[in-house]
């Protein structure tokens, strides 16, 4: 694991089977989350969006939509930050050589742009076993304007 996960103790985490319809769980986990820690509302859309993103391609590409696999949403305030951890039971993938969807070519295309908006949306992302794991951190300070 990664600096984001050391010593990261859940205040509480949600496993749940690989089925398109329990992003709604996740949603759930993330407003709870985010009104328990005083997220303040400039942050609240880009851990929405990226975490979202994270927990669609657990069910969708990690695993498979194979109901018989998991995926874990936990999450731990930290400081001035929060921490979230998605996790599923598929191989992982090579999260260092994305192709960019920003280029041209890969405009049109529906699928490939999940990590680049993770990225983008956190303060920190970090990707262990071999991407079945990312842990995403998000200041709880209102953004800067």
Known sequence: MGA??????FTRRIDFPAKAENIALAEKLID???????????RYGNILI?????VNNAIHHGNRLDPSKSVS??????EDRI????QDQGPGFDFEHLPDPTDPQNLEKPH???VFLM???ADDV???ENGATVTMAFSLAPVKE
């Open 112 to 114: 490939g742009r999940g």
């Open 126 to 128: 970090e990707f262990s």
């Open 73 to 78: 949403l936990g999450y731990q305030a930290k």
């Open 119 to 121: 990225r983008a949306l």
């Open 32 to 42: 709870e989350a985010c009104t328990a820690h005083d997220v303040h509302e400039s």
């Open 50 to 54: 990226a975490l979202t993103e994270a």
């Open 4 to 9: 984001l996960t050391e010593e990261l103790e």
């Open 83 to 86: 921490i979230f951890v998605v």
